[in-house]
């Protein structure tokens, strides 16, 4: 199947930094990436709908400003902390659906990048 | 309002007991998909299984096996003769097509964490 990638896989921070996440979609394009956060013992809630080439659809209650996220090209989408408090402290995923632009294409996911916020 | 209900908290079965995680879902779409999802420790999300609203045949892969009832709007899960590997979070989603601007992101029930003891 497709490959979603993520990187960095773990990162520790200090309170106050900002830190950027990776997600590539290494065999396919996709115009739609999808970010989820994990709490612990939670489950996955939607963060943003990034979209290649324009703004990010960010769902309630998530702070655009707080977590930046850019879809420069079609295998690339990035996700930066800002000014990350311990609070954000969190499990990243990002998501990828291929064939892209389709509501009926199947969802591939990364491996996950756990931030945690000193 | 969409919503996965996964009311198994936790199990713990010994191996080789049969186990069935239980997935009731709430939509008002008449086309949607339901997702199964392995999380193993390591944290990465294993695609396990897509059906479509409009197959309600049961699949069998191996030792899982899936019985979806429309009637009910419950997807189950069963894992027979459970091996210790088994052990991770079970996540149920839901995914409706061209559900907002999201093209269909997923839904996801809060997860069943199964742990099987040798």
């Known amino acids: 199947g497709a490959v979603v990638s993520q990187h960095p896989s773990r990162v520790i921070c200090k309170s106050g930094t900002s830190v950027k996440i990776e997600c590539r979609s290494l065999d396919f394009q996709a115009t739609t990436m999808f970010w989820y956060r994990q709490f612990p013992k939670q489950s996955l809630m939607l963060m943003a709908t990034?979209?290649?080439?324009?703004?990010?659809?960010?769902e309630q209650g998530v702070e655009k400003d707080k977590f930046l996220i850019n879809h420069a090209s079609l295998t690339l989408s990035t996700l930066t902390v800002t000014s990350a408090h311990p609070e954000d402290s969190s499990f990243y995923i990002c998501?990828?659906?291929?064939?892209?632009?389709?509501?009926?294409?199947?969802?591939?996911f990364g491996e996950g990048s756990r931030l945690t916020v000193l | 309002a969409q919503k996965v209900t996964q009311a198994q908290t936790e199990i713990s079965v010994v191996e080789k007991e049969d186990v069935t995680l239980d997935c009731v879902y709430e939509?008002?779409?008449?086309?949607?998909?339901l997702f199964w999802y392995k999380q193993p420790p390591s944290g990465e999300l294993v695609f396990l299984i897509r059906r479509n609203s409009f197959d309600e045949q049961n699949e069998i892969s191996g030792r899982y096996s899936w019985n979806f009832q429309k009637s009910t709007s419950s997807f189950n899960f069963t894992i027979t003769a459970s091996q210790v590997v088994d052990s991770a979070v079970y996540f149920c989603?839901?995914?409706?097509?061209?559900?907002?601007?999201?093209?269909?992101?997923?839904?996801f029930g809060k997860g069943t964490k199964l742990s099987v003891k040798p």
């Open positions: 989603a839901l995914s409706e097509a061209g559900y907002g601007g999201s093209q269909g992101n997923l839904i």
């Open positions: 990034s979209n290649e080439g324009s703004k990010a659809t960010y």
């Open positions: 939509t008002r779409d008449t086309t949607y998909y």
């Open positions: 998501s990828a659906r291929e064939p892209s632009g389709t509501a009926t294409g199947e969802l591939f």
